[in-house]
Nanobody, 126 residues
Framework: QVRPVESGGGSVQAGGSLRLSCAAA???????MGWFRQAPGKEREGVASVHSDGTTSYADSVKGRFAISKDNAKNILYLQMNNLKPEDSAMYYCAAEGGEDCTDYRLTPDWLGWSWGQGTQVTVSS
């Protein structure tokens, strides 16, 4: 099974920035790609996603601070994270879907259509 591959996590102080990348070069077609995160003891939650039609979706907690973008030629997904807060600390996972339309599941972490990367850790200190 083809899976996306994340990179770019790390540690930063509150107010800082990080950019995550996710490569999905082997997908011939992608309906959606998205970023999800899971903090210790919490459920996985949707952060941001982009549909093949160009529309984006964001969790309320990151609106105005995070920006998702995609290089369509290379199938690389980015998440620019600015003004990071300690509560943003989590394992961030990239998800991709190429076989089904994800329109109704853009920020739904338990949708069975997603293929998941291994995750990249983001730690924000106060």
């Amino acid at each position: 099974q083809v899976r996306p591959v994340e990179s770019g996590g790390g540690s930063v102080q509150a107010g800082g920035s990080l950019r995550l990348s996710c490569a999905a070069a082997l997908y011939s077609h992608l309906y959606c790609m998205g970023w999800f995160r899971q903090a210790p003891g919490k459920e996985r939650e949707g952060v941001a996603s982009v549909h093949s039609d160009g529309t984006t979706s964001y969790a309320d907690s990151v609106k105005g601070r995070f920006a998702i973008s995609k290089d369509n030629a290379k199938n690389i997904l980015y998440l620019q994270m600015n003004n990071l807060k300690p509560e943003d600390s989590a394992m961030y996972y990239c998800a991709a879907e190429g076989g089904e339309d994800c329109t109704d599941y853009r920020l739904t972490p338990d949708w069975l259509g997603w293929s998941w990367g291994q995750g990249t850790q983001v730690t924000v200190s106060s």
